[in-house]
């Protein structure tokens, strides 16, 4: 009996020093996020995040940035090329025009729904300065339960001419955001606007971080790429710079799932707090099934927890494919995807920076 207890004794501590080694992991990963949330990125705008990228790199590793803007970092030497990208840019609003009141016209920059942002506080993006403002709601006589979408959305920042408006540095073309918060919710959850794709850009830096670059026998390319939500624009200038000597890419960005009290889920079902997804399909490209089973075997190999899912949506990778290169996308699940309130689970953040340190070592 006393060996039994000695042997519970064991199991319990180890139990418990695994718990700890888990939550110490989220919590690293929940500060990697946050930093990365408070910075603002709109397509074509994406500076800002760069910068903060970039401070949260291993000081021992270099980096450039390309003519298009992408972030590069390459690790390893020799063939294959292994290449993961996810996208520093997020949706917002563009200045088409200055009104003679002083308000703004605003044009959508990728994919939302303006009723989200309607009767909102909002932030005026100048490349110099960030100027509070106001996305205007409807007028009164407007307003229609029936009518979910406004016609238009325009943005107030206070003044009364076009003049005044000029006067703080606003011109046609800067862009507009809200105001955001990263928001810890009940146990492992946490919210924010933004976190397509923050998570993607955090989950690379994680895995920098713990890569055993001793291990690696070829080269691996990580990109944080530019104006994803309007075309994949930046990952084009990557494939157009790698060709086919990129074997293989991985693009780290969002699983739109169904895993919402709110939705239908027969379809795009992977539940947070589940582990990483691989997207066998979306709209933009057909994971190989060979590939995809080797994900899932590699997954399994190192105890990291691995869904396969089905989603819309597009990724980065998909326009490699004119080269012939294969795309494995991998992600995590998102609930509320292009709101306010994008909501996921830590642990899947933790998971998927697992997944692509095992894919950079191993496979």
Not at 262 to 267: C, K, R, S, T, V
Request: proline fraction near 5%.
């Amino acid at each position: 009996m006393k060996w039994v207890s000695i042997l519970l004794v064991l199991l319990a501590s180890g139990h418990r020093l695994r718990a700890q080694v888990r939550s110490d992991r989220v919590a690293g990963a929940e500060r990697v996020l946050a930093r990365l949330v408070q910075s603002y990125g709109v397509s074509g705008m994406e500076a800002p995040v760069r910068s903060a990228v970039q401070r949260l790199l291993p000081q021992d590793l270099s980096s450039r940035t390309d003519t298009a803007g992408n972030l590069w970092v390459t690790i390893g030497k020799g063939q294959p090329t292994v290449v993961f990208i996810a996208h520093m840019d997020e949706i917002g609003f563009r200045i088409t025009r200055i009104r003679e009141d002083g308000s703004l016209d605003l044009a959508p920059v990728g994919g939302l729904f303006p009723s989200l942002w309607e009767g909102r506080p909002a932030l005026v993006h100048t490349g110099k300065s960030t100027i509070p403002a106001v996305f205007m709601p409807r007028d009164s006589n407007q307003s229609s339960t029936s009518v979910r979408t406004p016609s238009e959305l325009r943005a107030d920042v206070g003044t009364r001419s076009s003049e005044g408006t000029a006067a703080l540095g606003i011109e046609v073309g800067n862009t507009l955001t809200m105001p955001k918060e990263f928001v810890r919710l009940a146990n492992t959850r946490a919210t924010a606007r933004s976190l397509d794709d923050r998570v993607g850009s955090a989950a690379q830096l994680l895995a920098l971080r713990r890569i055993d670059r001793a291990r690696l026998r070829h080269t691996v390319i990580f990109v944080w790429s530019v104006r994803e939500e309007i075309g994949l624009e930046g990952a084009v200038a990557v494939a157009n710079m790698l060709g086919a000597r990129a074997t293989r890419v991985h693009a780290i960005d969002t699983f739109v799932s169904a895993d919402s009290p709110l939705e239908p889920q027969n379809f795009g079902l992977a539940p947070l707090g589940r582990g990483a997804v691989a997207r066998a399909l979306d709209n933009s490209s057909v994971t190989p099934p060979a590939y995809l089973d080797s994900l899932v075997a590699l997954a399994h190999a190192r105890r990291i927890s691995l869904q396969v899912g089905t989603t819309n949506g597009g990724n980065d990778g998909s326009v490699f494919a004119t080269y012939g290169v294969p795309d494995v996308p991998i992600g995590w699940p998102l609930r509320y995807s292009h709101s306010p309130a994008e909501t996921l689970d830590l642990r899947d953040l933790v998971d998927l920076s697992d997944l692509i340190q095992a894919i950079a070592e191993q496979w």
